[in-house]
């Protein structure tokens, strides 16, 4: 990808114009963590007990191929339950062999649903290959893990097949989605049911395959007595428009009134495009809202994940590691990149007393594009809420250490995807260790003005071929002024248009001349409100 190389000029321009500087709440630091043997892993499933961690499922290599052969083969599936224990550094594992067929094939899966409640991991659906079936499928099952039980009798060499129970639902055929409580009931959110070989060119193409988004929240009861698991499902929610999402972060907050809630940030793809969606879901306990007044620009697949909320200020902070976003900053400018890259961007959304919504660039960044399929996993005994939410509050001053974040992948590129025969990039092995710093001396984050802005700008394509499409919102009567720029400072274009009526716009404008170009900046201004994006040329 071009190296975009800006003069002093735009960046004072765009820093003043489109990014402010905030004193932060608290400040994050990352420091590698090495525990020697630990396997690489992304996409899987986790839960915990006394300090230890016990990982199913996800895969052992990197970006899935593109070629239906290739993609999601045997090869790279995960058939070990391992167990880590990051404080002695020590790892065990054991393989799923022992356990009944429809079990090991669901535990080997990718993109399960999961959650821990008490002693029991629950795992919902996921992808993978299916022996009995001879093909991918997406499973059909809930299996219940005994993480105490099935720790001990790993670590001592003893047979785990008695502590995992399985049963079957269509309701939970489903992969890619999030699984979360709130307060009794459990909430399955998005994802989809794909049965069959993933293919680029389609359902239609090759061997064919089966997609079908759930668009859904499904909301259950689950009742557990440790032998008999009963599932009550109760009316949830469907829009084909607004939770048509997969692969994305589901994080429990606490909302402004006090009570628990989750809220969907980003996730793909638009019905009407293969773009990550940039608003952003919240759910109660008995409804959801779309939340069209914040524009989520970092962090769009799923990622490692911290909640964080400030009691005292009725503030709910939701800390984003890496992953793949289709924007990304270059010496203050945001690039946005309609490929959706591999970023190294670290970025805090915050929710304040009112409900706003905003997004911060945090001064630190991964150490690699690294983050997309990772987990965060926080220490246990840190203050937290009933529904996982960190206490920043019962935090004491200076440094805590938190947490780690494990595995993901690790790309060698941004854009990877078109030239992927496997060696661009792996699963990570790579332990980070998190760190909170409260009530910093010097902690600044930067917020991305345009992320609670009302223009809503979207330019494409982008990489762009010389035709340039701008859409956009306008909330008041103005005037419009969009200029480009080459980097180096010259105006090539300005277009203007007087009284622009409230409403959704589209502009569309063709400029052969900027092929020559490796890049240009575009301006956008109103009597209210201002954005800027680098465009790639292609």
């Keep these: 990808m071009y190296s975009l190389k800006i003069l002093a000029f735009f960046f004072i321009l765009l820093n003043g114009a489109y990014f402010h500087s905030q004193t932060s709440p608290f400040n994050i630091s990352i420091e590698p963590y090495k525990i020697e043997g630990l396997g690489g892993i992304q996409s899987y499933a986790f839960g915990q007990h006394d ?56 535990l080997q899966a990718t993109n399960m649903e999961f959650y821990q409640q008490n002693n029991y991991l629950y795992l919902i659906g996921g992808y993978g290959y299916s022996e009995t079936l001879g093909d991918h499928t997406t499973f059909a099952n809930l299996s219940a893990i005994d993480v105490p039980a099935v720790m001990e009798a790993i670590i001592n060499g003893r047979d785990f097949a008695t502590y995992i129970r399985q049963i079957k639902d269509s309701l939970f055929q489903v992969t890619g989605g999030r ?73 429990p907050q606490m909302m402004p009134d006090g009570k628990f809630g989750l809220t969907a940030f980003s996730g793909v793809f638009q019905l009407q495009s293969d773009l990550p969606y940039l608003n952003c879901v919240n759910i109660d306990a008995n409804s959801y809202a779309v939340n069209n007044n914040f524009t989520q620009y970092y962090n769009h697949y799923h990622c490692a994940n911290i909640p964080i909320f400030s009691a005292s200020k009725n503030e709910m902070h939701t800390i984003f590691f890496g992953g793949i976003a289709q924007y990304y900053d270059s010496s203050g400018i945001l690039v946005q990149d309609n490929n959706v890259p591999f970023v190294k961007t670290i970025a ?5 007393s009112d409900g706003s919504m905003a997004e911060y660039k945090l001064p630190v960044e991964l150490p690699e594009l690294l983050g997309a399929g990772s987990e965060f996993i926080p220490l246990e005994h840190l203050s937290r809420y009933e ?33 992927n025969d496997g060696s661009q990039s792996v699963a990570s092995s790579q332990l980070l260790k998190v760190n909170l710093i409260k009530n910093p001396n010097t902690a600044i984050d930067e917020l991305n003005k345009p992320s609670n802005g009302s223009l809503k700008l979207m330019v494409y394509p982008n990489p762009s071929n010389g035709i340039l499409n701008l859409q956009f919102q306008i909330i ?51 009597s209210y409100e201002k954005d800027a994006r680098v465009i790639l040329i292609e």
Excluded at 502 to 523: C, N, R, S, T, W
């Design 387 to 419: 529904n996982g939410v960190l206490k920043l509050d019962e935090l004491p001053d200076g440094t805590s250490h938190i947490g780690y974040i494990f595995g993901g992948i690790n790309s060698t590129a941004a854009n990877i995807f078109w030239v």
């Design 348 to 352: 805090r959304v915050t929710r304040t």
């Design 51 to 106: 300090g230890k961690w016990l990982i199913v499922g996800g895969r052992l290599d990197g970006l899935h191929r593109r070629q239906p052969f290739a993609s999601f083969d045997l090869a790279g599936h995960n058939n070990l339950i391992f167990i880590v224990d990051p404080v002695n550094r020590q790892k065990w594992s054991a393989p799923l062999t022992t356990l009944p067929r429809s079990i090991q094939e669901q």
């Design 179 to 251: 699984l979360e409580k709130i307060e009794d009931y459990f909430h399955l959110v998005g994802g989809q049911k794909f049965m069959g070989r993933y293919n680029p060119m389609g359902p239609t193409h090759g061997p064919g395959f089966i997609q079908e988004y759930t668009n859904q929240i499904r909301k259950f009861k689950l009742i557990d007595n440790g032998t008999i698991i009963t599932i009550n499902h109760l009316p949830g929610f469907t829009d084909a428009q607004n939770l048509h999402r997969r692969d994305y972060n589901l994080v």
């Design 476 to 526: 008041k009567n103005t005037d419009i002024h969009i200029s480009l720029w080459t980097l180096d400072g010259l105006k090539i274009d300005e277009f203007k248009s007087m009284n622009v009526e409230i409403g959704q716009h589209y502009v569309e404008k063709e400029y052969p001349d900027l092929m020559k170009q490796k890049a240009f900046l575009l301006k956008f201004e109103t």
